[in-house]
């Protein structure tokens, strides 16, 4: 499972890299629609000034006839030197009439819907020193005589230019433009129109930005502004006006901005084009910044053709790959050795083998094989301690080996033996059973009965002994009490253990004599001790009873072998 | 009595600081006029040195066309200067770092004195009326101050004899200074003076 681990792991850094990039991608798109807007409102400057610049040539080119107007021209050179106001007060009239007359031309000139932008707020006709000889709008019942004289837009429009300007005129903000005026080849005076900055003017020059919020301002004070749909309000544009207008490239006619917005917007700010940026005023542009919240965000905004434009036979093929690897390794990795597993298990259940071989898998299934083997070890033990005894003492010769004729069955072999080796089986097929030395005493041969081979047992009569095994040395009779070593369970059971431990000694240590082993250095506390040793491991893994000890001649050596006794 | 004249050579306007219009054309049909100096708003011509000042009364000057007129003073210190709002329109001048002459509203036809204590030099300044720009000298030795006629000539009264420096302002600057003798036989007439200042 090592592949498949991996490549799950592989899949989670895949998808945690994906999320990482999204998450990335959020602060990457944010950042370039911030600077997208940035860009979009530095145009938006651009194309503002343009636009007010434009719109500032058609004021000039709307004054341009009557700056030759004939009328006016008179009356403006009738009232230079003249000092009294009296008199200037009828001059001023007929100079009222004549621009009147002139405005009214131009409304007649220009469809209804575009005369509220025709009709000036305010006009000044002055005579060739800059007085005041009539003017239209709030002050126009002033009395003629006050000067205009030092106001560039007049001084220069004296001097024959003609010019625009934007100015503050009594606490107002006008966008004015002026043109000399001509009477008999001179010089005359000047005439002047202004337009006040309001909103149906800042909605005009904003339809040419698309969604922005134009603003235009007088100091702190917002003078008139358009807001499109989903463009910043104009209190987010005008609240942040004292950080703009405090900043010194402002005040040095450059940009302000791009500044962020409470909202998240982005505005620039620029003072006007004009004597009025003098008095901080100037105008905002602002637009939305569209920011991505969240990766879902990301995605719901994406077009159709942004989906379009996925290269999504590549993605499917890789998804395709990647599946395909990760079911390819847990193929390999999992189903081919369940299956071959379960295929193993089956043919042991069918009895066509015994156990599984666990080196046929590795890792966990190799631990599984394992578990199993011991599984069936262990239903096997199970199963012969739950059958019948006899049915018990077979399978249990089977599993473990021959056992002496006896309750207490060969399990353990001892000192220099390996393990108890199976009886070759007698002639006649019947499994034969080792019979230890020191058992009791033989049973005479049933007549008739057929007589066992003769290398098996050639004293004793019994069952075979293995090839190469010695037969049984009968325990010498004087030595202390006799008792079986594979005794009934009655006998086991009310034999002393440190009597049956002294029994085993004196055999074991009479059939190394017999053998012609040296019996020197041999102790009984060291044997009990080894037996006792060895009991204890036994008792661990076997549900028995108690444990007994028999000796026995294994090539032409004394051996011990250890058998549980079942409860 | 002195008298005298003043005349300007060809000068060039200065870089203003930001563009102040979007349109400044000739008007296609007659040729502009030559730019000219309006003296009697522009200059002012004074004597220094020692000696009691020849008048003590007020100075008056007005704002008129949004601007202090005349748009160069200069004053000796402890003089009142009286300025009258001659314009249809309010204003608030102000002259940065001068006591008692911080912005205050000024209706048309209303009249504010200023006592000039400091000597030192000022821009005057108004709120509502961007374009307006003067300049205020306050000396302390000043003797006394012609009258500039709008073709530059200019002169001075009782002036007693003396010498003195003869000192024409434009603006902030100081453009000519000329040592003068006053003497009480007869009155001192002085050949046209040339300046090629710029403003």
């Known amino acids: 499972m090592l592949l498949t681990r991996f490549w ?80 200037l007060g009828g001059l001023s009239s007929e100079a009222k009439d004549a621009m009147n007359a002139h405005v009214a031309r131009l409304l007649e ?7 509220g932008a025709i009709k000036p707020d305010i006009a000044f006709a002055v005579d060739i020193t800059g007085r005041i000889i009539a003017q239209l709008g709030p002050l126009e019942s002033n009395p003629p005589g006050s000067s205009l004289a030092t106001y560039p837009f007049i001084a220069r429009a004296l001097r024959g230019y003609v010019r625009d300007d934007v100015v503050v005129y009594d606490r107002r903000v006008y966008r004015m433009a002026s043109r000399p005026v001509l009477y008999g080849g001179e010089y005359v005076g000047a005439v002047a129109h202004g337009y006040r900055f309001d909103d149906k003017f800042a909605q005009r020059v904003a339809g040419g930005l698309g969604d922005a919020t134009v603003m235009f301002f007088y100091g702190r004070t917002p ?49 006007i084009v004009g004597g009025a940026a003098e008095a901080e005023v100037g105008y905002a542009v602002a637009r939305a910044l569209p920011l991505v919240a969240s990766p879902l965000a990301f995605f719901q905004g994406a077009s159709r053709e942004d989906v379009q434009a996925l290269p999504l036979p590549w993605i499917g093929v890789a998804c395709v790959l990647l599946a395909m690897i990760g079911l390819m390794f847990v193929y390999f990795e999992r189903d081919r050795p369940y299956k071959v597993l379960r295929q193993k298990v089956l043919t042991v259940a069918a009895g066509e083998r015994e156990r599984l071989l666990v080196t046929e898998w590795r890792g966990a299934y190799r631990a599984l094989a394992d578990a199993i083997n011991q599984a069936l070890d262990k239903a096997v033990e199970r199963a012969a301690e739950l059958a019948p005894s006899s049915k018990k003492k077979a399978n249990l010769d089977e599993i473990l080996g021959p056992t002496p004729d006896s309750h207490v069955e060969p399990y353990f072999g001892f000192a220099d033996a390996g393990p ?16 230890p030395q ?21 004293k004793v009569p019994g069952p075979a002994v293995p090839a190469g095994v010695k037969p049984p040395v009968p325990a010498p009779a004087p030595k202390p009490a006799p008792l079986p070593l594979q005794g009934t369970n009655d006998n086991a059971d009310s034999a002393d253990q440190a009597t049956h431990y002294r029994q085993v000694f004196q055999q074991y240590l009479s059939v190394r004599k017999d053998c012609g082993e040296s019996t020197d250095g041999l102790s009984f506390e060291k044997f009990e001790l080894t037996l006792n040793k060895t009991r204890d491991q036994v008792l661990q893994k076997h549900p028995a009873k108690d444990v007994r000890f028999t000796v026995y001649v294994k090539e032409g050596k004394a051996a011990l072998k250890a058998a549980p006794v079942k409860r | 009595m002195v008298l005298g004249s003043l005349r300007d050579s060809d000068q060039a306007a200065a870089k203003p600081p930001r563009a102040a219009c979007n349109w400044e054309l000739e008007n296609g049909v007659k040729e502009v006029a030559k730019a000219r100096v309006a003296a009697d708003r522009e200059l002012a011509v004074v004597l220094v040195g020692a000696g009691a000042p020849a008048a003590s009364e007020p ?8 601007e202090l007129l005349p748009a160069t003073l200069v004053l000796r210190s402890g003089t009142t200067l009286r300025i009258r709002n001659s314009d249809e329109i309010g204003h608030e001048l102000l002259a940065k770092g001068l006591d008692g002459f911080s912005a205050e509203a000024s209706s048309p036809g209303a009249v504010r004195a200023i006592n000039l204590k400091q000597v030192g030099h000022w821009e005057i300044i108004d709120r509502l009326a961007a374009h307006a720009r003067a300049h205020l000298h306050v000396l302390p030795d000043v003797v006394a101050v012609a009258k500039v006629e709008s073709g530059g000539s200019f002169g001075f009264s009782d002036v007693a004899p003396g010498k003195y420096t003869l000192k024409v302002f434009r603006g902030e600057r100081e453009i000519l200074a000329k040592p003068i003798e006053v003497t009480s036989d007869k009155a001192l007439s002085l050949d046209p003076l040339t300046f090629t200042e710029t403003k």
Do not use: C, M
């Open chain 1, 8 to 87: 799950y792991i592989i899949l989670a850094v895949i998808a945690a890299a994906g999320a990482s990039a999204a998450l990335l991608s959020l602060g990457v798109i944010n950042r370039q629609g911030a600077e997208h807007v940035g860009d979009e409102l530095r145009r938006d400057r651009t194309d503002l000034d343009a636009i007010l610049r434009l719109e500032a040539r058609a004021r000039l080119d709307r004054i341009a006839f009557i700056s030759v107007d004939n009328k006016l021209g008179g009356v403006l050179k009738q009232a230079a030197g003249v000092p009294d106001r009296q008199k």
């Open chain 1, 109 to 115: 000139a220009q469809s209804d819907a575009s005369t």
């Open chain 1, 420 to 435: 108890p080796q199976q009886a070759k089986a007698p002639s006649n097929g019947s499994a034969a059973k080792p019979q």
């Open chain 2, 59 to 66: 100075v008056e000057a007005s704002v008129s066309g949004g």
């Open chain 1, 438 to 458: 020191a058992a009791a005493p033989a049973a005479p041969t049933a007549p008739g009965a057929p007589q066992p081979p003769k290398a098996a047992a050639p």
């Open chain 1, 223 to 271: 003078l008139a502004s358009s807001v499109a749909t989903g463009a910043p309000q104009v209190a987010e544009v005008a609240a942040i006006l004292p950080e703009a207008l405090s900043d010194k490239h402002l005040q040095q006619g450059e940009r302000v901005g791009p500044l962020s917005l409470q909202a998240g917007g982005r505005a620039v700010y620029s003072l």
